[in-house]
């Protein structure tokens, strides 16, 4: 087709071959939008190089069953009339040649490329079919011509959103980023819910195992306490929460927040955490200098009974 | 902000032309294609999104297409070039498409 020496005497547009145009999605606004929707139709068939009028007119003589052709391969089975304004005369200005020419013209669009027109009816979009505008471009008959063979039958039905083809998760990528944006969003949404839920049960959980505590004997209690108040002296010491104390710390926030009595280990926590808030960081440097002090006066023990020790093992030896 | 005359219109075609791996490679808008003003958009130096807008700007003033589908829109956010042909004229051209929100590069 290509070697159609009608076709190669016509204008293509290079920066279309440039960016390697090889199909498209026509999208149509407003309520003329399937007039101009043709037009860009034909003007980009022109562009690319798929059908030019000239070639369009030397293949007059086509078989019309290229129109059932079409019609039948894009599953589109009517061609519509309106009745209203220039579609009328666009119709009846649509001889039968003129509909075989149309037709080659469809076919010539999708010929050497092959999805041009496939695309096209895939992506359509905008406003109702008719209430045309009238336009002195020239570019109009080009447009009828497309409309007698393509432009009611795979135009003809325009609706008002997407209708996006069956192989667009695999062509059109921004289908494809839209849908993962709004799962990125719902899965945050959800995880935020599952993170309450979790935290929810955890603490609902926790609060089960203090119930099932308080049911204990009481030697168990007292040493369940017992292990509380290691646990929280480690703390005073070291500045490090066990696990184990913290959950059972949360638990007992949860308890004091909500008003009831906490469990007699707590309020040693509390004493033991208060001055760790109210001073803020320097605790760990009053620990470090604590311990510090400690170990030079551990020395300064150890360094004074060795003294003494060599004093009294030096003086038996020598005397 | 110039004098140069904006024109607005709701009726038009444009195209997301694919390339050979049916990836959107760039937009395209012939001049017969429109309502009205293809003298605008065939003289246009600029495409610029505007909200639910895009508006060829020119010398010779503004086309403003209203409210293009969201496709055209997210094409646009993703920095296709726009082709303007016109078949009539043998024109063509191509304009970098901006977004009014994003900052100049």
Not at chain 2, 32 to 43: N, T, V
Request: net charge negative; charged share 20%; with cysteine.
């Amino acid at each position: 087709m290509s070697d159609d020496p009608a076709v190669q005497t016509s204008w293509k547009s290079k920066l279309l071959a440039d960016l390697g145009i090889k199909s498209g999605a026509v999208i149509e606004h407003g309520p003329a939008g399937a007039k101009c929707g043709r037009a860009l139709t034909a003007a980009l068939a022109v562009a690319l190089g798929c059908a030019s009028p000239a070639h369009a007119q030397e293949q007059a003589n086509l078989d019309t069953s290229a129109i059932s052709t079409i019609t039948a391969q894009y599953g589109a089975s009517v061609i519509e009339q309106h009745a209203s304004g220039d579609k009328v005369k666009a119709q009846q200005e649509t001889s039968l040649s003129k509909l075989e020419i149309a037709s080659e013209l469809g076919s010539a669009i999708l010929d050497p490329q092959g999805t041009l027109l496939k695309a096209s009816t895939r992506f359509v979009i905008g406003g109702a079919v008719g209430a045309l505008t009238d336009s002195k471009d020239t570019g109009d008959q080009a447009a009828n011509i497309a409309s007698a063979a393509i432009g009611s039958t795979l135009f003809g039905p325009v609706v008002g959103a997407y209708i996006i083809y069956d192989q667009a998760q695999e062509t059109y990528a921004f289908v494809k980023e839209r849908q993962q944006q709004k799962l990125d969003e719902k899965l945050s949404q959800v995880a935020t819910r599952i993170e309450r839920v979790q935290a929810e049960e955890v603490m609902r959980i926790r609060l089960e195992e203090r119930q099932n505590r308080s049911a204990l004997p009481e030697d168990a209690k007292i040493a369940d306490q017992a292990a509380l108040l290691k646990l929280v002296e480690d703390f005073k010491e070291t500045g490090y929460v066990e696990p184990a104390l913290q959950a059972r710390v949360e638990v007992e926030k949860a308890v004091d927040k909500a008003g009831f009595q906490t469990e007699a280990w707590y309020s040693s926590y509390v004493q033991a955490s208060s001055p760790t808030q109210q001073v803020g960081s320097p605790t760990t440097r009053d620990r470090f200098l604590a311990g510090l002090n400690n170990l030079n006066a551990a020395m300064e023990a150890r360094d004074s009974l060795r003294k003494d020790e060599s004093a009294t093992m030096h003086v038996p030896g020598l005397r | 902000m110039t004098a140069v005359p904006a024109v607005e219109i709701q009726s038009f075609g444009i195209v997301i032309g694919c390339n050979e791996a049916k990836q959107p490679a760039c937009l395209i808008l012939s001049c017969d294609a429109l309502q009205e003003g293809g003298e605008l958009a065939r003289a246009a130096t600029e495409a610029v999104l505007a909200g639910p807008d895009l508006m060829l700007v020119g010398t010779q003033g503004t086309l403003v297409l209203k409210n293009v589908a969201e496709a055209i829109r997210e094409a646009a956010l993703a920095k296709l070039p726009l082709v303007v042909i016109d078949p009539n004229t043998e024109h063509e051209s191509l304009l970098q498409l901006r977004h009014e929100g994003a900052a100049d590069e």
